[in-house]
């Protein structure tokens, strides 16, 4: 059961991405994806307190009928965030529009917005491109639609995988922002699995936790953060109460994974991919605690785009994150490629430097993916976060920078 | 009673600074402080979890004889930190070898170290120079002191007040790090004022809580971070046990202000000093923990570098602090120069945008100083932190970076 990084179609859906007017530069930036009746839905938000209007209206809709979703209307270029009551006005119209154009009730239309944050919607843009969004629906779209939410990604993320009669696909956006403000990451995840709404919501909240939830780029969390999923069931294959029944937590698992690790992959200016593992904190909780504060260190970071093994950096960040431990016990490991823990190069024991070699350290430090295991001697709960280095390139994106 | 960015001398210390050879290049490097007699000291530490060996001796020293302390060993080039049993026996003998210079007892010395994590001292090279720079001390070596203790400064930071028959004066260095790994704030304050020293200690505990633990540049806390203050009483003043007697805490609080203001002012690669106030949070630690929040956010940083007001990710960094607010209650200035809260250009009400002037808002955000006042419209405390833009420089001073 191997996750594909491609997507062709999935039975039950299709999607059209259209150009709205909405970037700076022409190019699509609407997406309408539509489903042939309405089906079941769950969706992962940010726990931002500062919420786009189009998060609070998913919320909204999905808590009050889960079951009964026909589309999802996404947008780059305005993230509909930081906008008040007009912003959501905004946000029900377009959706209204939408319900519209396909011939459904306007609250089975889900939305989605990236873009700048601040600004109010271009509202007669919207009203123009959906219905020819509407009317350019196709099974195989979805390669259009990744590269159509787009901002400063470089290029445009998938996955897919079949198994067991089923398949689950997903297209998935991030990199971080870009002037003067740009809200983040988006997923949608379809299956023409047949999966009760409560069933996917709880197996969608545990496949975020461990892969949307666990990578870092910046530690900047989003206003607009939104992972959404939707099933068919065309397939036929009932997952039921159960949902590991044909493997299919784990295949989510797979598809999420693969579209967040992308995330992070294309970080803004990312050089590097780092696996950072935590070995035995006393509760998961810690360990995470942990592994986020390594990997939103300013200086741990710009020690990998240096491709320096500056391991004393990731030390100093672990006894900053709050978290009881014996420095005496910390045991560090570095090694190239992505892998398990505790391999390669071991540079710490017992809190005290070994005699390593430091050409050797460096060179696993300046590879472009690294994978470092920090042990820090507690209990038994491990967390592993995926993340990226600080380069000059991520100054440049963010800063708006002006030669 | 206006602090001077200036110091000359204060009754009863004398200090000097050589050459030990610590650093890569030629350049004092270690610096010895004493007292004519046993003084009340007090001091302020790191809460890393990782504590560097020189932090855990004069922790130690100072919770057994805080009226008995002779001298004070700084050292650049290398941290002592993560150095484990060994780097804590260095410590102590470097204190011994000071003490018989000087001539006092062992434990009457306390030590600083500043440098690379990870490295053991070349004890020999303390051995040496000790008795060098204890045949050196000299009243007025405060600024070669100053320039002594730097290492990815630009400038040497010192402060002194004199008021009501006193002086307060005190050295700081800190700035960031640098390859492969530098541990980073110390400061000195000495003073002839006569206190006891559980009075000095709270009164050091309070300035420092409004002062150096409200600045922030990368947000990395290092391993040795150290305050320090030493009071001879040669000047006769006695401040008893209201520390506010005699404009004492006023004195201390503007020496450790200036002091850590000038830290900030020569972060790593900063091109903006940016005073952020937050008004209205329900308690003191809300108003800071937002204030971190804003302060520490890698997309806040760049958008200064950049000089552009994005202030929606100023609003999106507040929301993710993990504090309850109403966003609908959200209000926002910007101002050019370090100003008091809530003047200036006001760009959001209610948590929606105004109709401000955006060139306006710019040109404010592009200055040298800034100030930045978000109100959360929730309750009565304040909180106002001291911070930098992050910079391309920034990434090559801690990145390393080889071209």
Redesign the interface.
Known sequence: MDVSTDIASVAGFRVASVDAGLRKQPAPDLTLIVADAPYTAAGVFT?????AAPVILDRARLADHPDRIRAVLINAGC?N??????GLRNAEQCAAWAAESIGCAADEVLVMSTG????QFAMEKFKAAIPIAAAALRPDGWMDAARAIMTTDTRPKTASITANGFTIAGIAKGA??I???M?TMLAVIVTDADIPHDVLQRALGQAAAATFNHIVI??????NDTLLALASGTSGVQIGADPSRFGFTGALYRVCKQLAQAIVRDGEGATRFITLHILHADEPAHAYQIANTIAT???VK??F??G??????I???????G???D??K?ALWYEEGEKEPAGGLQL?A????LAYDEAQANAIAASPEVTVTLDIGMGDAPATVWTCD???D???I?????T
């Open positions: 726990t931002n307190r500062v919420q993230a965030a930081a906008t008040g009551d007009p700048v944050i601040g600004v971080g922002m002037a003067p403000n809200a910046d530690g900047d969390m989003s206003t260190s300013p200086l710009t020690a785009y240096g320096d093994a500056n391991w004393g950096r030390l100093a960040a672990a006894g900053r994150a978290i009881e431990f420095p005496a910390l710490v017992n809190g005290t430097p600080l380069s000059h991520y100054v440049s963010n800063g708006h920078y002006r």
